[in-house]
């Protein structure tokens, strides 16, 4: 009696033909642990402007300049670094040892930046010591996320277990920020009188280094079956292995591949908004002076971000079964119109004065947290399939060019979404200077004015909208849809046979 095959969702490998590698469902959850780590690195740069004017004396506008020039220089590093990646291939992998060595250059030099050296130093010499200590942080950043760039591409090609990767390392992206939220706003702010401070500054980075290295620890535990030397192992369209990858073929990603540049336009335009909108200047006019309350505000982000979860497997699943094309256009849409009724909502409240209603209980914050669970929702879909589009260009460009380049990919993406997000920093830290903020950062309890307002809604909801607009028209040139996936993965394999039947003959 034959047993009939199961085709469903989650069996990918009958229902497409074809033989996907796939992970344990331990080794995914902690490999993304590496999200975690990155996003540690990530939220201390979001306070590098407070830190350059608090901790060196340098005015707002110039250290938003510093700032941006440096994401310049760290921009060029991301390929430098994919390149050396690439021809890196030790027997035993890589990924580890890339991820090791940013780790101890970012948490070292970001304890001088924010504890050691913070304080001590003004005029030239601050802004001579904060250039070095800012700039070898974004180095150790970057070699860090070139390493583990790669993680989510390598440990499984399953087109239903890729957006589940990409799930999981969005729940460590979300709920991480959440844990230190609220250990800045319930543990340490109190402290220092709700301010941001060089004290406050100084005690906050070690919470943030020790926990990195946490997250450090499960990712090199949860990889390391996959960080070996065969899974780098390339065949190229002639059926040669191991050709090495010059630095024409990594331009050759970024002149000759479409679907890369449209992955770009949608990855760095969101970027871009969230960069600026992020800020740790922004937040704080948003949630200090407009709204007036970080406690208020924090409690409300716990729960969308956490509530929110639901949304990204619900978001993994519909990538699974429509593709990443259709996941991101739909969800663009969504999230363009949830932001434009934040902007109505704040509007009708009564703009800078009927915001503080969101400090305290009532129908206004209950409704206000209601749009925030739809945001985020929909935000962490879009992150959702940002990772798992990564994923389908690495394959797709291994079949294009017969180079399996993920950190290149990730790389040639990482430098220009750094050179244009870089600008990010700017944005925010000028911004703010047309309403006023000039030499200082916007504290809680400063005036809420309607200048204040619209530039908060522009910065927070506005350049969003830009981005999401900029997704859509990116996909009508974006040709990996689900179908055409099932053909690269085919072809693929189809090469790889080719490849081990000759070996056999030889």
Same mark, same amino acid.
Do not use: H
């Given at each position: 009696?034959?047993?009939?095959?199961?085709?469903? $969702?989650?069996? #990918?490998?009958?229902?497409?033909?074809?033989?996907?590698?796939?992970?344990?469902?331990?080794?995914?959850?902690?490999?993304? #642990?590496? /999200?975690?780590?990155?996003?540690?690195?990530?939220?201390?740069?979001?306070?590098?402007?407070?830190?350059?004017?608090?901790?060196?004396?340098?005015?707002?506008?110039?250290?938003?300049?510093?700032?941006?020039?440096?994401?310049?220089?760290?921009?060029?590093?991301? %390929?430098?670094?994919?390149? $050396?990646?690439?021809?890196?291939?030790?027997?035993?992998?890589?990924?580890?040892?890339?991820?090791?060595?940013?780790?101890?250059?970012?948490? $070292?030099?970001?304890?001088?930046?924010?504890?050691?050296?913070?304080?001590?130093?003004?005029?030239?010499?601050?802004?001579?010591?904060?250039?070095?200590?800012?700039?070898?942080?974004?180095?150790?950043?970057?070699?860090?996320?070139?390493?583990?760039?790669?993680?989510?591409?390598?440990?499984? =090609?399953?087109?239903?277990?890729?957006?589940? =990767?990409?799930?999981?390392?969005?729940?460590?992206?979300?709920?991480?920020?959440?844990?230190?939220?609220?250990?800045?706003?319930?543990?340490?702010?109190?402290?220092?009188?709700?301010?941001? =401070?060089?004290?406050?500054?100084?005690?906050?980075?070690?919470? *943030?280094?020790?926990?990195?290295?946490? *997250?450090?620890?499960?990712?090199?535990?949860?990889?390391?079956?996959?960080?070996?030397?065969?899974?780098?192992?390339?065949?190229?369209?002639?059926?040669?292995?191991?050709?090495?990858?010059?630095?024409?073929?990594?331009?050759?990603? $970024?002149?000759?591949?479409?679907?890369?540049?449209?992955?770009?336009?949608?990855?760095?335009?969101?970027?871009?908004?969230?960069?600026?909108?992020?800020?740790?200047?922004?937040?704080?006019?948003?949630?200090?002076?407009?709204?007036?309350?970080?406690?208020?505000?924090?409690?409300?982000?716990?729960?969308?971000?956490?509530?929110?979860?639901?949304?990204?497997?619900?978001?993994?699943?519909?990538? #699974?079964?429509?593709? #990443?094309?259709?996941?991101?256009?739909?969800?663009?849409?969504?999230?363009?119109?949830?932001?434009? %009724?934040?902007?109505?909502?704040?509007?009708?409240?009564?703009?800078?004065?009927?915001?503080?209603?969101?400090?305290?209980?009532?129908?206004?914050?209950?409704?206000?947290?209601?749009?925030?669970?739809?945001?985020?929702? %929909?935000?962490?879909?879009?992150?959702?399939?940002?990772?798992?589009?990564?994923?389908?260009?690495?394959?797709?460009?291994?079949?294009?060019?017969?180079?399996?380049?993920?950190?290149?990919?990730?790389?040639?993406?990482?430098?220009?979404?750094?050179?244009?997000? /870089?600008?990010?920093? /700017?944005?925010?830290?000028?911004?703010?200077?047309?309403?006023?903020?000039?030499?200082?950062?916007?504290?809680?309890?400063?005036?809420?004015?309607?200048?204040?307002?619209?530039?908060?809604?522009?910065?927070?909801?506005?350049?969003?909208?830009?981005?999401?607009?900029?997704?859509?028209?990116?996909?009508?040139?974006?040709?990996?849809?689900?179908?055409?996936?099932?053909?690269?993965?085919?072809?693929?394999?189809?090469?790889?046979?080719?490849?081990?039947?000759?070996?056999?003959?030889?």
């Amino acid at each position: 009696m034959s047993t009939k095959k199961k085709t469903g $969702l989650l069996n #990918a490998s009958e229902r497409d033909g074809v033989q996907y590698r796939k992970a344990k469902i331990w080794e995914l959850i902690i490999a993304n #642990a590496q /999200s975690g780590c990155t996003i540690s690195f990530y939220l201390l740069l979001g306070f590098a402007s407070m830190i350059a004017t608090q901790g060196y004396g340098i005015a707002v506008a110039l250290a938003g300049t510093l700032l941006t020039v440096s994401g310049f220089f760290d921009g060029f590093t991301d %390929a430098l670094f994919a390149a $050396l990646f690439e021809k890196f291939n030790p027997k035993k992998g890589k990924i580890r040892i890339f991820i090791f060595i940013g780790w101890v250059c970012s948490a $070292l030099s970001a304890v001088v930046l924010y504890s050691w050296a913070s304080g001590k130093f003004t005029g030239v010499a601050g802004v001579v010591v904060f250039l070095i200590a800012y700039n070898l942080f974004r180095i150790g950043y970057t070699i860090n996320g070139t390493g583990g760039g790669t993680i989510g591409i390598v440990i499984t =090609n399953d087109p239903t277990q890729r957006p589940m =990767n990409s799930v999981l390392g969005t729940m460590y992206s979300y709920l991480v920020p959440i844990l230190y939220t609220n250990v800045i706003t319930f543990v340490i702010l109190p402290k220092y009188n709700n301010q941001y =401070n060089i004290e406050m500054f100084g005690e906050m980075v070690w919470w *943030f280094v020790i926990g990195s290295f946490v *997250f450090f620890v499960l990712t090199c535990i949860g990889i390391r079956n996959v960080d070996v030397g065969e899974t780098f192992e390339t065949i190229s369209k002639d059926g040669k292995k191991d050709e090495k990858v010059t630095f024409k073929d990594m331009w050759s990603v $970024l002149k000759d591949n479409r679907n890369v540049q449209m992955y770009m336009i949608t990855g760095i335009s969101d970027r871009l908004a969230q960069m600026t909108g992020t800020q740790s200047i922004v937040i704080t006019l948003l949630n200090g002076v407009l709204i007036g309350s970080y406690a208020a505000t924090t409690m409300v982000g716990n729960f969308t971000q956490i509530v929110g979860i639901v949304f990204a497997f619900g978001g993994g699943i519909f990538i #699974a079964k429509w593709g #990443a094309k259709k996941s991101t256009v739909v969800w663009s849409w969504i999230s363009i119109a949830i932001s434009a %009724a934040m902007v109505v909502y704040c509007f009708l409240l009564g703009g800078p004065v009927g915001m503080k209603k969101l400090g305290v209980m009532g129908f206004p914050i209950v409704l206000w947290a209601v749009f925030n669970l739809a945001k985020t929702g %929909a935000m962490m879909i879009l992150t959702t399939t940002a990772g798992s589009m990564k994923a389908d260009i690495v394959d797709y460009e291994y079949e294009r060019s017969g180079r399996y380049m993920p950190a290149v990919v990730s790389g040639v993406y990482s430098f220009i979404d750094k050179f244009i997000s /870089s600008f990010g920093t /700017s944005i925010a830290a000028f911004a703010i200077t047309l309403v006023g903020y000039t030499t200082t950062v916007p504290q809680m309890g400063d005036e809420a004015t309607w200048p204040k307002f619209w530039m908060c809604m522009f910065l927070v909801f506005g350049l969003p909208i830009i981005g999401w607009l900029c997704n859509i028209v990116a996909m009508k040139f974006y040709t990996l849809d689900r179908e055409r996936m099932v053909e690269v993965q085919k072809n693929l394999n189809a090469r790889r046979e080719a490849a081990k039947d000759t070996a056999e003959n030889e």
